[in-house]
């Protein structure tokens, strides 16, 4: 208990910067972005993880907003600006909780005044179309990291969670990757494939994040960061930041989740699919097998690793809320964070590690963005590059 | 409160008071330049001190397909660059976005966005010569700063992609102006109650409604609708030349009473072959539409052919000349070039201002609303 009082304590003064939330998505799914019927200046446990009284009770100084469209349907670019509007709405609503963030700047100056600084970040390549254009609109709205893809390939990059494509980048996932280095939008390696990951480091000039990824040797799933990977981030200067999702972090988890999986599709369903009698077949499995639960452990057992390897300038924390169904037991919504690091120093992590992992590192590398950006500004003009030139 | 209303005043210093002028009485009129100069002297001098503040360009579209340009040391390949822009007096300019025909659904809000970003490229590539402006005040700023204000608009309703959450995007990024025609919830039918909406949102924000081009059901309803006043960036008198998106008088008589702005157009098409044919639209309209209603559009790089004279972005000062040969007051003529944008755009701000302490953003759905 000691060291839970301690944890709070150490979050008053170093917040958490969350690398992912997929709270717009979620309001958009739930009650299409009608604000008053999820007011989350109240208590909204029934139906989101996150909501303003739980972020102050986890201690989160800092919130990289997802503007997630989905990657499968044609209209991406417009269901970004609607999601991008969504989150403007929300800083509109809620001023006094929540500080519209572009700028390492600008986050010191939400905590100094007691706010939670709020940036936005796109999920997947899809949303900018092929286009640099595009990018340089939804940098200028305020987005500030793009992941290059969601669960499906694109026509410039692979994903982890698809068959290799293009092999990792093209050479317009190149000039993507430098045209956002150009802007000052932090490149973000979740979700993407290792051979992925792999071309952006080399063609990047700026810190890369990892906005909500965990472990590959501690968990075997595609999701994860390989070892490989997290040795180069020292050298890049970018940083992984852990995420929560069950089903990514714990081995148990992973393997009931394929079972799953496999069970749905036998009886003839998509996995994913929600339909009443694809979730009668699932709660039918889920009697038979109890479903693994993660716990604050597994997550530190992923960071006790990931500071082994990429050391403990390179992390932080993406949780993944409403963008996820299940939580590890502890970690149950965005009030969660304390117990966190309550482990964490039982462990032994110093108070000036935490302070490193909760706050310090996103603040860096976000003004690193912002410093290569500049540099680069006065040697090169917007790039025009479109995909048919360069792939061909 | 018995003491309280001690210190009201009597009635006869509530008169008093009256007879002072009110805070927003209109300022004399002061000329500039010599009345017996020659009129294009003259015009140049009144052109300094009430540029023109010009209503349509077609130059990011145009500029799109060009491989290199200087707009600063003067283009050939357009009709609208710095130095021409200053020959002519153009203070401000604003740039549509406007998509070719065929473009609409997902790859107009794509699309849209380049624009926007091809204009913020070429204005940042020009900063001796041009300044992206996004409100009247910041439009005479620049022109203070001997640059041309750039505004953002009009674009085409199908950049909406039918979401007033992506208009407030659009907003976000600058855009100023959307011309209300082409859609299905601004059709020939006239404005359906998600496109009323959608005016009411664009009030809120503070985008001018443009109705060039829109069906007259469009146009009445818009004047009903929208609280801030309205524009017609591309339309003349139709009493002297028939083309579709010229105005009828009752329109224009139903424009003036609603304090919108017609901007009349430089293209043979509409206007006709001479400056003279230019000058008769700006008279008719002023006696119809009255003089706090006309305004100038240049239509430079919008693939049109211009009148005699009227060439490209320099040759103001000609049409200016053959106003004040009219007898054409020079503060009609300051209303004409400059005055009118002012006030449509301050108009749009009050209104904008306004809206925002009075109504959310609207959650409306062209679903829920259409049907």
Redesign the interface.
Known sequence: MASLDEARELLREFPVVDGHNDLPWALREQVRYDLDARDIATSQAAHLHTDIPRLREGGVGAQYWSVYVRSDLPDAVPATLEQIDCVRQLLARYPRDLRPAFTAADMEAARDEGRIASLMGAEGGHSIANSLATLRALYALGVRYMTLTHNDNIAWADSATDEPGVGGLSAFGRAVVREMNREGMLVDLSHVAATTMGDALDATMAPVIFSHSSSRAVCNHPRNIPDDVLERLPGNGGMAMVTFVPKFVLQAAVDWTAAADENMRAHGFHHLATTPGAMKVHRAYEEQNPRPVATVSTVADHLDHMREVTGIDHLGIGGDYDGTAFTPDGLNDVSGYPNLIAELLDRGWSRSDLAKLTWQNAVRVLGAAEDVARDLQTTRGPSNATIESLDG | MADLQDELRTATEVDALDALAGPFADEPYEPVSDPDAEPLERAHVILAAHPVADGYSGLPWALRHLPWFDLELGESAVDTDVPRMREGHVGALFWSLHLPEGLDG?PA??AT??Q???V??VVR?HPEGLRLALTAGQATDVHNCGRVAVLLGPAGAAAL?D?L??L???H??GLRVLTLSGVSWASEAGLTRFGEEVLREMNRLGVLADLSGASADTVRRAFAVSKAPVLFTRSAARALRPHPANLPDDLLAELGAAKGLCMVPLTAEQTGPSVRDVADHLDHLRAVAGPECVGLSGTYDAGTAHPQDLADASCYPHLIAELLRRDWAESGIALLTWGNVQRVLRGADFTARAAQQRRE?S?A?IAELDG
């Open positions: 997902d809000v794509g966005l380049e926007l970003d091809l913020k490229t590539a992609g979401s959450g992506i407030r995007s659009l976000a990024l953003p959650t759905k």
